[in-house]
């Protein structure tokens, strides 16, 4: 597969050059800018991101570009055109006008290949705070803004080119056009990086890879577990097991209707009634943090014990995607947003299975994508996030059936309000919390004093940053009066109108 690497030195949109690039239908990866892979005839081309640094600062980081400059196309973006403009000899400095946002080209050299089909005029998104203000001589001027002389650049002799601008953000209007250009016509990729060759290559290589081996794999009801198993059982069939564990804090009839779709699926899933398990090592845990250990420490134990009753089981199945990859490996290290929410993920050694995880080169979009091409059904792609400790986080102070039960009613009655007025797909992820306060009501003309619930909906793109959505009032008026009606145990709704940060999507 032709390939393009991006190196990044920290910039908060390298994540988006990957998926931009992706979305051409060419393959690429992230590698920090310190740990370039070996660079194989796949290989058809490099991209040097932003970053946070300066390049006249003494730590700033600094590539090996020995197999990279004048060897390979390479497309150098902001940091990285400044840095190669200094590295060249020219000056780089802090600049004394404002480059920070949008900007018009207003010279473009159409003869060259990158700029090919970019408009006059064309707007682009500039964000940094130095600038190239000598351009070393064999260095060509591509393109220009009122402010910036030197907004692209091309080495002579080379097939080396540089942008100031971001030409993944979408303000910068043609920056696809230009990215394009950079990896089809330059980088002479083949745009073959699609669901169906993703499909056919991986499940080649799981059959390679795990032979006629014993797969384990724990289904969640998310999207990535259920595409994971399903592009594992597309590839070994009934030599994958999968474990569904009801941990009695899923949403109202949902293990029993994903297990049943799981079935439908052709999936060989043993699904597990652990409930009682669960609830028995809840019991009077008040503390958010100390909840989340105790379901993780159980559903390990579960889990462990329905993994030994397959004998001979050699590896253990993830869903792990790209991000959680990145992430763990970036430049900046392991971030703090990742914290203990990769709670199921980590399984103790003892367990001695050797990990397989098929979608660890996808990101979120790709793996719906995938899922569609396998077949799966869009309501399973399509379903919100839900945290693996699930309702137990939305129960503020401690857990007990009773109150997993009144919560469930209520979320029901929500996400299928949602759902019947067409909003389900317009909310990025909703719920319900359950509060530990009573408040006095009137019913009829009885006082009342019971439980307040409030009602959580947020638009976000990747969970780390959220805001409230604007549901319409006469839908949050129905869908409360619902509740109150029909929920014994409730008499007031609230709804959480907090953006993250500074508070968070789940309650606890
Ligand atoms: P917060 O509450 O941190 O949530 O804004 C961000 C996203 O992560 C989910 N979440 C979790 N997922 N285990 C999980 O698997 C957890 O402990 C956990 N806590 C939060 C949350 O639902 C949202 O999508």
């Known amino acids: 597969m032709d390939t393009i690497i991006i190196l990044d030195f ?195 290589e799981l059959r390679e890879k795990v032979g006629g081996d014993k797969v384990v794999l724990g289904l969640s009801g998310g999207v990535d577990s259920t595409v994971a198993a399903v592009l594992l059982n597309r590839a070994i069939g009934h030599q994958l097991h999968c474990i569904f564990v009801d941990n009695g804090l899923l949403r109202k009839n949902e293990f029993e209707n994903v297990l049943e779709s799981y079935k439908d699926m052709g999936l060989n899933v043993k699904g597990v009634d652990a409930k009682n398990r669960f609830y028995e090592v809840l019991a009077g845990v008040k503390d958010p943090e100390k909840k989340r250990k105790a379901i993780g420490k159980t559903f390990i134990d579960v889990f462990d014990a329905e993994a030994k009753l397959i004998t001979d089981a050699k590896w253990l199945g993830q869903g792990t995607i790209y991000p959680d990859v990145i992430e763990s490996s970036s430049v900046k290290g392991p971030s703090q947003t990742i914290k203990s929410h990769h709670n199921v993920g980590g399984l103790p050694d003892y367990m001695k299975l050797k990990l397989v995880e098929p979608l660890r080169s996808l990101f979120k979009d790709e793996v719906r994508g995938v899922g569609r091409q396998l077949g799966i059904k869009d309501e399973l792609i399509g379903r919100h996030p839900f945290p693996g400790p699930g309702l137990a986080i939305r129960i503020l102070s401690d857990v007990t059936p009773e109150k997993v039960h009144i919560l469930q009613e209520v979320d029901h009655i929500f996400i299928q309000g949602l759902r019947n007025a067409g909003l389900y797909d317009k909310v990025w992820q909703a719920g319900a919390m359950l509060l530990p306060v009573q408040s006095v009501g009137v019913m009829g003309d009885e006082r009342t004093y019971e439980s307040v619930v409030a009602l959580r909906a947020v638009e976000s793109v990747d969970g780390m940053t959220a805001d409230w959505s604007h549901l319409p009032y006469d839908f949050l008026a129905k869908i409360s009066n619902e509740i109150i009606n029909r929920v014994k145990g409730v008499n007031r709704v609230c709804y959480d109108i907090s953006s993250k940060p500074p508070a968070t999507i789940e309650w606890e």
């Open 10 to 204: 920290g910039s908060q949109y390298t994540q988006l050059i990957a998926r931009k690039i992706r979305e051409q239908h060419v393959y690429c990866e992230i590698h920090p800018f310190n740990k370039i892979p070996t660079l194989g005839s796949d290989v058809k081309g490099v991209v040097f991101s932003g970053s946070p640094f300066s390049c006249n600062a003494p730590d700033a980081p600094v590539p090996n570009m020995t197999n990279i400059k004048g060897k390979l196309p390479l497309l150098a973006v902001c940091y990285g055109a400044q840095y190669l403009a200094k590295w060249g000899g020219g000056r780089v400095q802090q600049s004394k006008i404002r480059e920070y946002g949008r900007a018009n080209l207003n010279y473009i050299d159409n003869n060259n290949p990158l700029m090919k089909g970019v408009p006059m005029g064309s707007q682009v998104w500039m964000s940094h705070g130095d600038t190239i203000e000598i351009l070393p001589e064999n260095y060509k001027v591509i393109c220009s803004t009122e402010n910036v002389q030197y907004a692209g650049y091309k080495i002579e002799g080379e097939e080396t080119y540089a942008i100031q601008f971001h030409p993944e953000v979408h303000h910068s209007v043609d920056g696809n056009t230009l990215l394009r250009n950079f990896v089809v016509d330059i980088c002479c990729c083949q745009q073959s990086w699609t669901p169906e060759s993703f499909i056919e290559t991986t499940v080649k």
